[in-house]
C-alpha cells in the first residue's frame, strides 16, 4: 500500500509540474521585416530560337492564404550585351516573347520594369545542352510503382561539374468504365439502339509543376546514369492502357542548381522555426533602382533536349481500381427510365427476357463519367504522337 501510495504521489507530481509548465508557454510570433513584404517573383528562362515565357508574380503576406498576386504592369524584354532585345507582350502576369537565335558567344538577361523599379538578370552566355540517350519505366517488384528512369548523353565536356534541370509532360489514353449501344427515347418513351453515341477511348494531358535537378559529381565522367526523375503508382489510371511522357531536359549552372534546390527545401520546410524567408534564397536577379529584394532565377540556354517515350500496360503488374457498380432498376417501367434520364444517367442494360412470363424486366443505368471518357477530362481526337511505335529523343 505505501508503494502504491508513493507512486500515486509521484504521478500527480508530474501533472502538477507539466500544468505549470504549459502556463509559461506564449505565443511566438515571427519578426518578419516589412520591406520582404510583396516582393516581385520571377518565373522563365531564356532559351534560343523559340517563344520565352516568364511569370510574374508578388509575395503574400506571412500566415495569409490564398494565390499569389499575378503582376500585370510591367515591361518585360529579353537583351543581350550585344545590344540585341525580344519585347514581351503581357497576357495577366504571363509575359511572352520570341527570341531568335542567340549568339553562343554574348550574354543575355532579362529585363524588369515595374512600379518605377528596374529589375535585370546577371548576363550570362547560353548553356548548351545534350540530347537525352534513354528514358525508361522500371518496376523493381510486382507490388512497386513504375519508377521513370533518365540517362543523358555523355556530356560535352566531362571535365567540369554538369548540371541539369528536367520538366515532363504527360499524355495517357483512358477508356470508359462501361460501354452502351442503348438509347432512351425520351420523345417516344422507348428504349432504341444507338451505336458509337460515346468515344470508345480518350487522352488526357498533364504537366508536372515540379522542376527536378541532377548534378553529375556523383557519376563516371560526370555521366548521369539512369536517374530516377519520379513515379507512378502501379494502380494510377495512367497506367491502365498506354501512358507517354515528353521530357524536357537543360543543361543549367551551379548557381541555378543550387537556387533549385533551396526552393525546394523551402517549400517542403515552410513554416519551420529555421527555415529561411523567401527572400534569403539565391537568385540572379538584382533590382537597379532601390534595395528591394527579389525572388527568382533566369537562366539561358542555347538549347534543350527532349525524349517522348511510351509505356504500356502489358509490361507491368498494374492493379486497377473497382470501377462504380451500375444502378439496377428491377421491374423496370418506362417512367423509371424516363426518371433515370432526368437524373442525368445513362441505359447501358435492358433485360426482358422473362417479361412474358413474368411481365417484369429490369434495367442498369450509369453516369456520364462512367460511360463518356470526356466527363473525365479526355479529348477524343488521337494526339498526332500516339501511332509511334518506339521512343524518340530530339
Not at 344 to 370: F, H
Request: a negative charge; proline letters at 4%; aromatic letters at 12%.
Amino acid at each position: 500500500m505505501k508503494k502504491l501510495n508513493k507512486t500515486l504521489y509521484s504521478v500527480l507530481c508530474l501533472m502538477i509540474c507539466m500544468c505549470t509548465l504549459s502556463g509559461c508557454i506564449e505565443e511566438f510570433e515571427a519578426d518578419i521585416p516589412s520591406e520582404d513584404s510583396n516582393l516581385l517573383v520571377v518565373e522563365g528562362t531564356i532559351i534560343s530560337s523559340r517563344e520565352n515565357t516568364f511569370i510574374l508574380t508578388r509575395t503574400l503576406p506571412i500566415n495569409s492564404f490564398g494565390t499569389p498576386k499575378m503582376e500585370t504592369k510591367a515591361i518585360l524584354s529579353v537583351r543581350g550585351t550585344d545590344g540585341s532585345e525580344y519585347k514581351a507582350q503581357s497576357d495577366y502576369g504571363k509575359y511572352t516573347c520570341m527570341v531568335g537565335d542567340l549568339n553562343p558567344d554574348e550574354e543575355y538577361y532579362l529585363h524588369i520594369e515595374v512600379d518605377g523599379e528596374i529589375y535585370e538578370s546577371v548576363p550570362q552566355k547560353p548553356m548548351r545542352t545534350e540530347k537525352i540517350a534513354e528514358v525508361s519505366g522500371v518496376q523493381n517488384t510486382p507490388e512497386s510503382n513504375i519508377d521513370i528512369l533518365i540517362t543523358p548523353e555523355a556530356p560535352i565536356d566531362s571535365t567540369k561539374e554538369n548540371y541539369y534541370s528536367w520538366t515532363y509532360d504527360e499524355t495517357w489514353e483512358v477508356h470508359p468504365d462501361y460501354i452502351t449501344d442503348l438509347f432512351f427515347d425520351v420523345e417516344n418513351m422507348r428504349i432504341i439502339k444507338k451505336e458509337n453515341q460515346f468515344p470508345v477511348c480518350g487522352w488526357i494531358d498533364a504537366t508536372s509543376s515540379t522542376i527536378m535537378v541532377g548534378a553529375g559529381s556523383n557519376y563516371q565522367g560526370q555521366h548521369i546514369q539512369r536517374l530516377k526523375l519520379y513515379d507512378i503508382d502501379r494502380s494510377n489510371e495512367r497506367m491502365y492502357y498506354r501512358y507517354s511522357g515528353l521530357i524536357h531536359q537543360r543543361a543549367i549552372s551551379k548557381a541555378e542548381y543550387e537556387y533549385e534546390l533551396a526552393r525546394r527545401q523551402a517549400s517542403s520546410e515552410m513554416g519551420g522555426l529555421f527555415t529561411p524567408q523567401p527572400s534569403s534564397l539565391p537568385t540572379n536577379i538584382q533590382c537597379r533602382t532601390s534595395k528591394k529584394n527579389v525572388i527568382g532565377f533566369v537562366g539561358c540556354s542555347f538549347n534543350t533536349g527532349e525524349y517522348r517515350f511510351f509505356l504500356n500496360y502489358t509490361d507491368y503488374s498494374i492493379y486497377r481500381q473497382k470501377i462504380g457498380s451500375l444502378a439496377w432498376i428491377e421491374d423496370c417501367s418506362m417512367e423509371d427510365c424516363l426518371r433515370m434520364v432526368e437524373r442525368g444517367m445513362y441505359l447501358c442494360k435492358y433485360e426482358d427476357s422473362m417479361k412474358s412470363v413474368t411481365g417484369k424486366s429490369r434495367s442498369a443505368w450509369a453516369y456520364g463519367r462512367q460511360v463518356d471518357v470526356r466527363y473525365r477530362g479526355a479529348y477524343t481526337e488521337m494526339p498526332s504522337f500516339w501511332l509511334l511505335t518506339k521512343n524518340v529523343s530530339y
